[in-house]
């Protein structure tokens, strides 16, 4: 079975500043990885995902995402930091050979500060 | 162009009542998931349709849940005799067909079961 964890409940981050937050996952086989935000009273956003290729992966919003295979990490990066990033985000994986069902994160809140 | 709707945004049941919620995937959109999101945690998943067939509903908590997809488009889950650990956000995404596809999710129907 595959297992995401996000070891921080929370980030806070000065406006400005670079952000991250931290995703290991373990899957059987290659995975599928993906980022999503959740904005109050709204479903989650999709930010980037991973699927093969270059280790960087750049999605919207100025985000990007690093994938580690042997360290089992996808870590959300962000060079500068808005107000409005503050939101939870949520990493999520996919075995590559178990069809498109999610396994989520627990999830992060993150608090960008002016 | 239109995203995922979910239909009620919110919903209050009674123990034991029965309740229904309704989801509409972005058109041509031929894979539909739901999932139950509880207070502070990631979603989880529940149930995946491929067109109108039910690929897999391993994450059904129980046989109180029914999900159905009649004409491969617009889905409901069905909670029969819901009880107070039923409350939680559901979440319906949908996505083009193959694997790597990211999901695309709606604003979720939270129900509180009183």
């Known amino acids: 079975a595959q297992s995401v964890a996000q070891p921080e409940d929370q980030v806070n981050v000065a406006e400005g500043n670079p952000l991250t937050v931290k995703c290991t996952y373990s899957?059987?086989?290659?995975?599928?990885l993906f980022w999503y935000v959740q904005y109050p009273n709204r479903g989650l956003q999709f930010l980037l995902k991973y699927i093969t290729g270059d280790n960087l992966v750049k999605g919207s919003y100025g985000f990007e995402a690093e994938f580690n295979k042997s360290q089992t990490s996808f870590h959300l990066k962000k060079p500068s930091a808005l107000v409005s990033d503050s939101a939870l985000y949520f990493c999520a994986v996919s075995p590559k050979a178990a069809g498109n069902k999610l396994t989520f994160g627990g999830g992060t809140r993150v608090l960008v500060k002016p | 162009g239109a995203g995922v709707s979910q239909s009620p945004r919110y919903k209050v049941a009674k123990r034991g009542q029965d309740v229904a919620l309704r989801c509409d995937p972005i058109?041509?959109?031929?894979?539909l998931f739901w999932y139950q999101q509880a207070l502070g945690q990631g979603p989880e998943f529940l149930t995946y349709?491929?067109?109108?067939?039910?690929?897999?509903k391993s994450g059904l908590p129980s046989d109180r849940f029914f999900a159905e997809r009649p004409e491969g488009s617009v889905s409901t889950l069905k909670i029969q005799r819901t009880q107070q650990e039923d409350s939680a956000v559901y979440l319906c995404?949908?996505?083009?067909?193959?694997?790597?596809?990211?999901?695309?999710f709606g604003p979720g129907t939270r129900l509180t079961v009183l």
């Open positions: 349709f491929q067109n109108e067939a039910q690929l897999d």
């Open positions: 899957v059987s086989g290659n995975p599928y």
């Open positions: 995404a949908s996505s083009l067909a193959y694997s790597r596809a990211e999901q695309f």
């Open positions: 058109s041509g959109h031929v894979s």
